[in-house]
């Protein structure tokens, strides 16, 4: 079974631009969960999806935002970049909630706002 | 901001040794899982321990979970330089995954 792969690996952007990032999950799962790693704040939850519904949503502002598609396919899309936003996003995918099923984890985008 | 909190923040040991990392939480919770992460690629699940389990194995991996303490800790027996990697734990409980900033295990062949 294929594992969660993300779209695309790397990305430079610029200030002000905006950037979409896909998830296609493991086959079968219907749980997407976003994450940002940075060497500061480590890993901090965004948003999970679950069969196309925002189930929660961490403390992130309104330029990060996220859809799933009816395939389970997720997308983030984060708008006027700052810098800060220079991080390693990473995507997860559980059959059920997170809140009962183990999350596998994509290899992640790394995102980088010069 | 963070649930879990390893301790110690960086380990080095030689090959052969045995690794252990501790977590500490805040809350009570459904769930403590580990994963590793090589590098800044993506994390790997190792293993989940329930709160009403108290120790699991898996390979050379054994946790133990002390619900009372709200601490948890990971053993990695007979370590090898492919263990190399940052070790993070995170919680599961009425909110999604919480992770710690992660043991960064060191090992030295």
Redo the contacts between chains.
Sequence with gaps: KAG?TQTPRYLIKTRGQQVTLSCSPISGHRSV?W?QQTPGQ????LF?YFSETQR?K?NFPGRFSGRQFSNSRSEMNVSTLELGDSA?Y?C?SSFRT???D???????T?LTVL | SQQGEEDPQALSIQEGENATMNCSYKTSINNLQWYRQNSGRGLVHLILIRSNEREKHSGRLRVTLDTSKKSSSLLITASRAADTASYFCATLGNTPLVFGKGTRLSVIA
């Design positions: 969660v969960s994450y480590g890993l901090q939850f999970e929660n961490g390693l990473l997860a997170t809140g009962t183990t999350q596998y984890f994509g290899p992640g790394r």
